[in-house]
C-alpha cells in the first residue's frame, strides 16, 4: 500500500514562505517520481512541481523562481519551499507519487495553504 502524508501547511500572509512535506510509506521511494500539485476553489489540480529521474525539476510558470522542490531518500520525504507567497497561491496542495515507467498516480490527503493579502 502506497501511503503519502502531507504536513506544513497554514495560513501565512503574503510574502511569506511556507514549506511542505510529504512523508511517503509503502514504496521503494528512490524509484518513484513525485510531484506537488494544487487545487484553488473553482478550478482545476494543476501540477506546481515534480522531481523526476532523481533529481531533475520542473516548475509551472506562476511558481517559477518562489517554489522549490527536494526530496531526500533517506527519510523517502519530497519537499515544497515556498517563498513570496501570493494570495493566487492559496489551495490545498497535494503530494504525488508515480513509479517510473508507470502511469499510475498515489495521492496524498492533501494540505491546505491560506495566503492573505
Known amino acids: 500500500q502506497v501511503q503519502l502524508v502531507e504536513s506544513g501547511g497554514g495560513l501565512v500572509q503574503s510574502g511569506g514562505s511556507l514549506r511542505l512535506s510529504c512523508a511517503a510509506s509503502?514504496?521503494?521511494?528512490?524509484?518513484?517520481?513525485m510531484g506537488w500539485y494544487r487545487q484553488a476553489p473553482g478550478k482545476q489540480r494543476e501540477q506546481v512541481a515534480s522531481?523526476?529521474?532523481?533529481?531533475?525539476?520542473n516548475y509551472s510558470d506562476s511558481v517559477k523562481g518562489r517554489f522549490t522542490i527536494s526530496r531526500d531518500n533517506a527519510k523517502s520525504t519530497v519537499y515544497l519551499q515556498m517563498n513570496n507567497l501570493k494570495p493566487e497561491d492559496t489551495a490545498v496542495y497535494y503530494c504525488?507519487?508515480?513509479?517510473?515507467?508507470?502511469?499510475?498516480?498515489?495521492w496524498g490527503q492533501g494540505t491546505q495553504v491560506t495566503v492573505s493579502s
Open positions: 522531481i523526476i529521474r532523481g533529481s531533475m525539476t
Open positions: 509503502g514504496i521503494i521511494f528512490s524509484i518513484y517520481d
Open positions: 504525488s507519487a508515480r513509479q517510473s515507467g508507470m502511469i499510475k498516480r498515489s
